[in-house]
């Protein structure tokens, strides 16, 4: 079993920033990489950003400058620096782990339930 679990969310005004946080848990024996989606109303789900456990990093084109990842191999953690939000970044923000449970196991993707942001003045 491998719980994924989001926090940080909330409503801020456009120009604030937010931290997600984003934490795997369970059986693992190693992650992959981890990355976040996010889901506005009546719109398909977007990759925002990823990260690998090397830290090589990828961002969607609207959140390059703005928005920076980071993981804590460790603590099985990852983050998300939300900068100079906009109304547009309003969404559910959706966290995956992709994780092997065992040495033989090809690793799959493991979600969260996600965690609401609002940016609206």
């Known amino acids: 079993q491998v719980q994924v679990v989001e926090s940080g969310g909330g409503l801020v005004q456009p120009g604030e920033s937010l931290r997600l946080s984003c934490a795997a848990s369970g059986t693992i024996f190693i992650i992959n990489d981890m990355g976040w989606y996010r889901q506005a109303p009546g719109k398909e789900r977007e990759l925002v950003a990823t990260?690998?456990?090397?830290?090589?990093?990828d961002y969607a084109d609207f959140v390059k400058d703005r928005f920076t990842i980071s993981m804590d191999n460790a603590k099985m953690s990852m983050y998300l620096q939300m900068n100079s939000l906009k109304p547009d970044d309003t969404a559910v923000y959706y966290c995956?782990?992709?994780?092997?449970?065992?040495?033989?196991?090809?690793?799959?993707?493991?979600w969260g339930q996600g965690t609401q942001v609002t940016v609206s003045s």
């Open positions: 990260i690998t456990s090397l830290s090589r990093t």
């Open positions: 995956y782990a992709d994780v092997k449970v065992a040495f033989w196991d090809q690793g799959r993707h493991y």
